[in-house]
């Protein structure tokens, strides 16, 4: 007997030193073409952190040094792939430049991160890691 799980993902959010917040321009559905949080899945043998990174370098090409949990991010329906459990993490950088790799159509810093549709829970795992650097 199989035994059915959630999939485990990782989500990080990513200021730089004027406070932009780091989007990727979705390229795969769900979600195509719209703006998400550099992430992924996590891949077997991989820690979540480490995952983090991974992926973090392969949709931006910036590299996170330190990481802060912000949240565990776990509804059901959060992805219309199927069950999949979002560890989000945030880090700060300087003002790197980055370029869109994986499945990412483009990778920028935007300061109109507000105005924008997130794509999954997004706005909300931003939401959090804001509380937590005022806290």
């Known amino acids: 007997m199989a035994i059915e799980t959630p999939l485990l993902a990782t989500d990080c959010v990513v200021f730089d030193g004027a406070g932009r917040l780091l989007l990727i321009e979705r390229l795969n559905e769900p979600h195509a073409g719209r703006f998400a949080l550099p992430g992924g899945f996590v891949e077997i043998g991989e820690s979540v952190e480490a995952a983090c990174r991974r992926e973090l370098a392969e949709e931006t090409g910036i590299a996170a040094e330190g990481l802060t949990l912000v949240g565990v991010y776990s509804d059901p329906a959060r992805d219309p792939r199927g069950h ?3 560890i989000a993490f945030l880090t700060r950088v300087g003002h790197p430049e980055p ?3 994986s499945d990412a159509r483009a990778a920028q810093f ?3 991160w507000r105005d924008l549709p997130l794509a999954f829970d997004h706005g909300r795992i931003v939401a959090d890691a804001m ?3 005022m806290a």
Do not use: E
Request: aromatic residues 0%.
């Open 131 to 133: 509380k937590l650097m």
């Open 110 to 112: 935007r300061a109109d």
């Open 84 to 86: 999949v459990v979002s």
């Open 99 to 101: 370029a869109a790799g």
